[in-house]
């Protein structure tokens, strides 16, 4: 293994050794707590532009399964190659072993030519991104060095999203999916409930299509960024059409309704995060990959949050007071877990039926 350093903006240098490609890279240093579920974090589209610390001690131990598709879409990951820059952990394990792995996860961080540190104080650099919060870093290699960069500035969400429209399905709900980053598991969760699916580019004119129900998926970086799908949304929200959004989807529809986003200080990345619903005693586990939130002080008359995070206060949802329109922060469709608000894809038919 060769020696490699991750430097932080502040200046904090961290010394590894690479398991993965011996490439120098350049991203946003942020953290994820989960303890299992690595090939769909890393091929999460949310992911993009960030080098991303697993703390998880232990990480490799069951490999990477096979690329096996099922209705033209990536089994077992979120979606159709490694979206981050780098990957950082503290325990890398050379043997792996479980019924569905084809190989190892340094083979495939190399394959794909993405690297991977090892060997890493993963607590202490945790502890300096939860207390000064999640900043640009890069990943060097001796006789290869770069410049730090901020992903955030750029239109990640141009990167990821699909470049033409897809159709998944024959079913009887129509669903309008506007692909912001799509994590593949999103589409699963609509095809296992008897929908056709039309995934169109994030910029795509709404205005001509005929659907039952638009979709707004999650996605990476700054929803800012996103001027073309904020201005079909404003438009689309004008009629009674039910829309649901997930994740960078929630942080558009409320830029659609005239409310303000924010970047938040190192993000929500983990499967263990509690939200409530408001107005009641509800509670969920949630799995969560945002950077942004939205100022629930700008919100319109019209709108009201429907889930809150009992960490830190942030919103977790909105939806509109008279119209079939809602959204969440967080993933219902998480995989590998946890499932409690699942049910919201339901909610969504629901609203459909009810409509027409």
């Known amino acids: 293994m060769k020696k490699a350093k991750?430097?932080?903006?502040?200046?904090?240098?961290?010394?590894?050794?690479?398991?993965?490609?011996d490439i120098s890279v350049a991203g946003e240093v942020v953290f994820n707590t989960s303890m299992t579920g690595y090939p769909e974090s890393l091929t999460d589209p949310s992911y993009r532009g960030q080098i991303l610390v697993l703390t998880y001690p232990l990480i490799g131990n069951y490999g990477v399964p096979a690329e096996t598709t099922e209705n033209d879409l990536f089994k077992n990951y979120e979606?159709?190659?490694?979206?981050?820059?780098?990957?950082?952990?503290?325990?890398?394990?050379?043997?792996?072993?479980?019924?569905?792995?084809?190989?190892?996860?340094?083979?495939?961080?190399?394959?794909?030519?993405?690297?991977?540190?090892?060997?890493?104080?993963?607590?202490?650099?945790?502890?300096?991104?939860?207390?000064?919060?999640?900043?640009?870093?890069?990943?060097?290699?001796d006789g290869d060095s770069i410049e730090l960069t901020d992903p955030n500035k750029e239109n990640?969400?141009?990167q990821v999203s699909t470049r033409k429209k897809q159709i998944y399905g024959e079913g009887r709900y129509r669903i309008m999916l506007v692909d912001c980053g799509v994590k593949y598991n999103i589409i699963r969760h609509f095809l296992k409930r008897d929908t056709t699916i039309i995934r169109v580019p994030w910029d795509h004119d709404l205005s001509q299509e005929e659907y039952?129900?638009?979709?707004?998926?999650?996605?990476?970086?700054?929803?800012?960024?996103?001027?073309?799908?904020i201005s079909h949304l404003a438009h689309a929200m004008k009629s009674d059409t039910p829309i649901f959004g997930i994740c960078l989807g929630n942080q558009l529809l409320a830029l659609a309704s005239g409310a303000d986003t924010y970047k938040l200080k190192y993000g929500h990345r983990s499967h263990n995060q509690p939200v409530l619903m408001k107005g009641?005693?509800?509670?969920?586990?949630?799995?969560?990959?945002?950077?942004?939130?939205?100022?629930?002080?700008?919100?319109?008359?019209?709108?009201?949050?429907?889930?809150?995070n009992l960490n830190d206060q942030t919103n977790e949802g909105i939806h509109h007071k008279s119209k079939p329109i809602f959204s969440v922060q967080f993933h219902p469709e998480a995989s590998s877990g946890p499932?409690?608000?699942?049910?919201?894809?339901?909610?969504?038919?629901?609203?459909?039926d009810e409509s027409k």
Not at 9 to 21: H, L, M, P, Q, R
Not at 103 to 130: C, F, H, N, V, Y
Not at 340 to 350: A, G, Q, R, S, V
């Open 6 to 21: 991750l430097t932080l903006e502040d200046g904090t240098v961290f010394y590894g050794y690479s398991f993965g490609s």
């Open 79 to 141: 979606s159709d190659h490694l979206q981050i820059t780098g990957l950082i952990i503290s325990d890398y394990s050379e043997e792996y072993s479980h019924w569905n792995a084809s190989e190892s996860l340094g083979q495939w961080l190399q394959r794909s030519r993405i690297p991977g540190l090892t060997g890493i104080d993963t607590r202490a650099l945790t502890k300096i991104i939860r207390e000064r919060g999640a900043m640009p870093g890069k990943i060097e290699f």
């Open 156 to 158: 990640l969400v141009d």
């Open 212 to 229: 039952d129900g638009l979709f707004i998926s999650n996605g990476p970086g700054d929803p800012k960024m996103c001027e073309a799908t």
């Open 280 to 308: 009641t005693n509800k509670a969920f586990i949630t799995s969560q990959n945002h950077g942004y939130a939205i100022d629930d002080r700008t919100l319109g008359e019209e709108w009201e949050t429907f889930f809150v």
């Open 339 to 352: 499932t409690d608000t699942e049910y919201l894809f339901d909610e969504f038919l629901k609203r459909i």
